[in-house]
């Protein structure tokens, strides 16, 4: 079974400060993503990785920076977290076919 | 822009009854349309996904129906049970762009007793 892990299930900051969001997949897979999801938004991507130290802007990177550096760990940093950031943070992966697997997902606080 | 739109936002449906969640799509380019079921606590997974040279997928209760002039898609539940009861993401993405996927914004669907 393929399987993603997030470093935490739930997350409390204080406004300003850096947050770094870990994700770790077992498949091997090429390509990995950060979503965040918000009632009645959706999952709306954030940024994506198609190789290591390769990354892409999705839809809403105001905010965030990414890092890549080894195929099996994709992490999300928010370099001055905000109120507006909190929400579910979710991290997927997938090989070169087409599915997405995710993680469970990381609830942020900011407070 | 929203480029996949979901409808309803949240829908209710008796057991046994048909649960059907609609999304319309404005990328013509788009070649690859799936559904992700999401449980309470849980990430996403995919239930069921459709290329567009068919009209229509079906596995076990779940049929994905394509109607790619209309630039629809829709998903329907026969037979709705109360282990159903999640909320449903249908998606689109292109060839070569690395599956990334756009999303709809959800339907939360609740199956009744």
């Known amino acids: 079974d393929v399987k993603v892990t997030q470093s935490s299930r739930y997350l409390v900051k204080r406004t300003g400060e850096k947050v770094f969001l870990e994700c770790v997949q077992d498949?091997?897979?090429?390509?990995m993503f950060w979503y965040r999801q918000d009632p009645g938004l959706g999952l709306r991507l954030i940024y994506f990785?198609?190789?290591?130290?390769?990354?892409e802007k999705g839809d809403i990177p105001e905010g965030y920076s990414v890092s890549r550096e080894k195929k099996e760990r994709f992490s999300l940093i928010l370099e001055s977290a905000s109120t507006n950031q909190t929400s579910m943070y979710l991290c997927?992966?997938?090989?070169?076919?087409?599915?997405?697997?995710f993680g469970p997902g990381t609830r942020l606080t900011v407070l | 822009q929203q480029q996949v739109k979901q409808s309803p936002q949240s829908l209710i449906v008796q057991k046994g009854g048909i649960s059907i969640i609609n999304c319309a799509y404005e990328?013509?380019?788009?070649?690859?349309f799936p559904w992700y079921q999401q449980f309470p606590g849980k990430g996403p997974a995919l239930l069921i996904a459709?290329?567009?040279?068919?009209s229509e997928k079906k596995e076990g209760r779940f049929t994905i129906s394509f109607n790619k002039s209309a630039k629809q898609f829709s998903l329907h539940i026969m037979d709705s049970q109360p282990g159903d009861s999640a909320t449903y993401f249908c998606?689109?993405?292109?060839?070569?762009?690395?599956?990334?996927?756009?999303f709809g914004t959800g339907t939360r669907l609740q199956v009744t007793l």
């Open positions: 997927a992966s997938s090989s070169t076919a087409d599915t997405q697997y």
């Open positions: 498949m091997d897979h090429e390509n």
């Open positions: 990785s198609y190789d290591v130290k390769m990354k």
């Open positions: 990328n013509t380019a788009f070649d690859y």
């Open positions: 459709i290329r567009p040279d068919v």
């Open positions: 998606a689109a993405s292109t060839a070569g762009t690395a599956s990334k996927l756009t």
